[in-house]
T-cell receptor, first 112, second 111 residues
């Protein structure tokens, strides 16, 4: 089983460029999440989707947009990348939003 | 607000037991989790405990929950070099879609 798949694994952007991080899960989970991980700060929630057709802001949503394309896919878009968005991004999913999270392997993003 | 705190580093010798500690502030948490992150990888769920339990054992892993002190611990018996990783404590509350993660404890196992 693939579980949660994220693409790309690595990306370097220049300030002001845009890009979309892709995430797909094959476990038929209802809830999907985007987190960013920064040194010494643990994981911080950017956006989440409780179920297909809904999205909500998390702790650090500024500078990001999301799309829950269907039950499987949840994408994260940076419209105008800034150096402060240099981070490792993780997508995760869970069956119902309370139970355990399943994580992708991450996208390491550098904004120069 | 809700917060989860962990110490940053722990070093143990191979074969010894490791104990990783975590404190949390939200007494209404439903589940408490331990995740493991190896270099360059995502977080992998190790184990979790319902908030109405005191202890859970799973092979080499023992989770202890002290609700009065809001303290969660993970004990790894017979620690191996393959256990070297970052361990995250997390909590969630039913119906909120919100998980709060600690900053992670980096475990280093010395051969």
């Amino acid at each position: 089983n693939a579980g949660v798949t994220q693409t790309p694994k690595f990306q370097v952007l220049k300030t002001g460029q845009s890009m979309t991080l892709q995430c797909a899960q094959d476990m038929n989970h209802n809830s999907m999440y985007w987190y960013r991980q920064d040194p010494g700060m643990g994981l911080r929630l950017i956006y989440y989707s409780a179920s297909e057709g809904t999205t909500d802001k998390g702790e650090v949503p500024n500078g990001y947009n999301v799309s829950r394309l269907n039950k499987r896919e949840f994408s994260l878009r940076l419209e105008s990348a800034a150096p402060s968005q240099t981070s490792v991004y993780f997508c995760a999913s869970s069956p119902t939003g309370t139970e355990k999270l399943f994580f992708g392997s991450g996208t390491q993003l550098s904004v120069l | 607000g809700e917060d989860v705190e962990q110490s940053l580093f722990l070093s143990v010798r191979e074969g010894d037991s490791s104990v990783i500690n975590c404190t949390y502030t939200d007494s209404s948490s439903t589940y408490l989790y331990w995740y493991k992150q190896e270099p360059g990888a995502g977080l992998q769920l190790l184990t979790y405990i319902f908030s109405n339990m005191d202890m859970k054992q799973d092979q080499r892993l023992t989770v202890l929950l002290n609700k009065k002190d809001k303290h969660l611990s993970l004990r790894i018996a017979d620690t191996q070099t393959g256990d070297s990783a970052i361990y995250f404590c997390a909590e969630s509350k039913e119906g909120t879609y919100k998980y709060i993660f600690g900053t992670g404890t980096r475990l280093k196992v010395l051969a």
